[in-house]
Nanobody
Framework: QAQLVESGGGSVQAGGSLRLSCVNS????????MGWFRQAPGKEREFVGL???????PLYADSVKGRFTLSKESYDTVWLQMNDLKPEDTAVYYC???????????????WGQGTQVTVAS
C-alpha cells in the first residue's frame, strides 16, 4: 500500500502556476521530514525542497527559491505551490518521507509514484 500519493501535475505555459499535493497515509512522527524531488528525462533526480513535519522554515534548492513554496496541512498533506514556472522545471515530481533534514535522496525512505509537470515555452 502506497504511503505517499502525489497529485496536481499537468501542462502549463511558461510563467504559469501549479500546485502539487502529497498525501501521506502512513505513520508520521513529529521529527519526520517531507521532501520534494524532481527528475527530468536523462537527468538525475534532484532536490527541490523540504519541510519538517513539526514546523520551521522550509529549505529550497537555489533553482526554485522565490518561485516555489512548501506548506503542510493537517496531519497528512504537504503542498508544493509552483509559480512562474519555466521550461526547465519540466520533470516528474516526487514527494518523499524521511527522518533526516537532508537534501540527499538517499536519506528518504518512502517515495510517492510521481506526478508529471510539463512547462511549455
Amino acid at each position: 500500500q502506497a504511503q505517499l500519493v502525489e497529485s496536481g501535475g499537468g501542462s502549463v505555459q511558461a510563467g504559469g502556476s501549479l500546485r502539487l499535493s502529497c498525501v501521506n497515509s502512513g505513520r508520521i512522527f513529529s521529527s519526520a521530514v517531507m521532501g520534494w524531488f524532481r527528475q527530468a528525462p536523462g537527468k538525475e533526480r534532484e532536490f527541490v525542497g523540504l519541510i519538517r513535519w513539526r514546523g520551521g522554515s522550509p529549505l529550497y534548492a537555489d533553482s526554485v527559491k522565490g518561485r516555489f513554496t512548501l506548506s503542510k496541512e493537517s496531519y497528512d498533506t504537504v503542498w508544493l505551490q509552483m509559480n512562474d514556472l519555466k521550461p526547465e522545471d519540466t520533470a516528474v515530481y516526487y514527494c518523499a518521507k524521511g527522518s533526516q533534514y537532508s537534501t540527499s535522496r538517499a536519506d528518504y525512505t518512502f517515495w510517492g509514484q510521481g506526478t508529471q509537470v510539463t512547462v511549455a515555452s
